[in-house]
């Protein structure tokens, strides 16, 4: 089966769903200047995931792993949300959404954890809770390694040790652990509030429920190689839903999808959606 680019098309199909389902990465916050991971220019492909992204890289070099999320947590906290943040917000607004599908509920399942989905919620539609899971968590979430207490945490720097560090990625510094972000309440070690590989992500009920019920996917700046989240739109598609892709590139499964939006989503998504 060919993709569909005739977004008449596309729109007619939105006008007739119930249940509307995005499922996010990190393409989607490219154009507020957070990098992805495995793209040109990506995250994956000057630094080895392995040695950042898993529970044990954590205890075998927390110092390392720390300087690269003090790195990513400045970025995201001087970003600001693009127009394709903004779209997927404008579907929570009940106004909105009933512009382009009278009879849809819309749910956004981001895997990106830099915050700028709730900004942009926020933005759009103060009043109202956002129909939002952030499977991977938040760079803004800290868990304490003794005690499990979790906050969200907004400092910049998160402590004085990182100052500056965010500037020489590539140039490791050894930060001594009674330096590293430690709990207000035990002193324990703080760890990152992300979802590494090998630990489940979170809220998997409620979105395995959503995806269920979904009758439209929209699957928006990812790779769709990393599971569940990769999974999601085939379950969608299993079930006779419509899986509609929205990506600068081609990824994984495209060819499957009924429709397929190449180009950037801050262009592509407000020009499908509204
Ligand atoms: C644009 C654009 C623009 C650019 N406009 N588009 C073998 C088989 C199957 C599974 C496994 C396996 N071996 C291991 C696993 C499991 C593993 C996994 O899937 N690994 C694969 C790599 C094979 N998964 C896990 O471990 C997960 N947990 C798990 O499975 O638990 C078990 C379990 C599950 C369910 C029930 C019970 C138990 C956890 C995964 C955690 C992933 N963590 C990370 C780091 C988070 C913290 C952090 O940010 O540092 O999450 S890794 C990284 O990848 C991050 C992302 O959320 C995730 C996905 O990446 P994403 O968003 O797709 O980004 P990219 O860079 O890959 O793609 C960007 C896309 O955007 C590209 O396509 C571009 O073209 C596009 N783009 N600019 C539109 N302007
Ligand atoms: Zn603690």
Avoid at 233 to 253: C, K, L, P, R
Wanted: hydrophobic content about 40%; aromatic content about 8%; overall charge negative.
């Amino acid at each position: 089966m060919a993709s569909s680019k005739d977004i008449e098309q596309f729109r007619s199909v939105l006008r007739k769903s119930k249940n509307i389902v995005a499922i996010a990465g990190a393409g989607l916050s490219a154009a507020s200047g957070i990098p992805t991971f495995r793209d040109a220019g990506g995250l994956w492909r000057t630094h080895d995931a392995m040695s950042l992204a898993t529970p044990e890289a954590f205890f075998e070099n927390p110092s390392r792993v720390w300087q690269f999320y003090h790195y990513r947590r400045e970025k995201a906290l001087r970003a600001t949300p693009n127009a394709g943040h903004i779209a997927l917000a404008a579907l929570s607004v009940p106004e909105r959404l009933e512009a382009v599908a009278p009879t849809a509920r819309f749910t956004l399942v981001t895997q990106n954890v830099d915050g700028l989905s709730v900004k942009a919620f926020q933005n759009v539609c103060p009043s109202r809770e956002p129909e939002l899971f952030e499977m991977h968590g938040r760079l803004f979430d800290t868990i304490c390694t003794d005690c499990g207490d979790c906050k969200a945490n907004f400092d910049s720097p998160i402590c004085p040790a990182l100052t500056g560090t965010e500037e020489q990625l590539g140039n490791e510094i050894e930060i001594p652990l009674e330096d590293l972000p430690r709990c207000q309440e035990c002193t324990g070690l703080l760890r990152p509030g992300v979802v590494w590989f090998g630990e489940v992500p979170h809220q998997l009920e409620e979105i395995g429920q959503i995806v269920d019920d979904a009758d439209l996917a929209l699957v928006v700046g990812t790779s769709s190689t990393v599971y569940p989240a990769a999974g999601y739109a085939y379950e969608v598609a299993d079930h006779g839903g419509t899986v509609a892709v929205f990506n600068i590139q081609h990824s994984e499964g495209d060819e499957d999808a009924h429709f397929l939006f190449l180009g950037p989503c801050h262009e592509t998504l407000p020009l499908a959606l509204f």
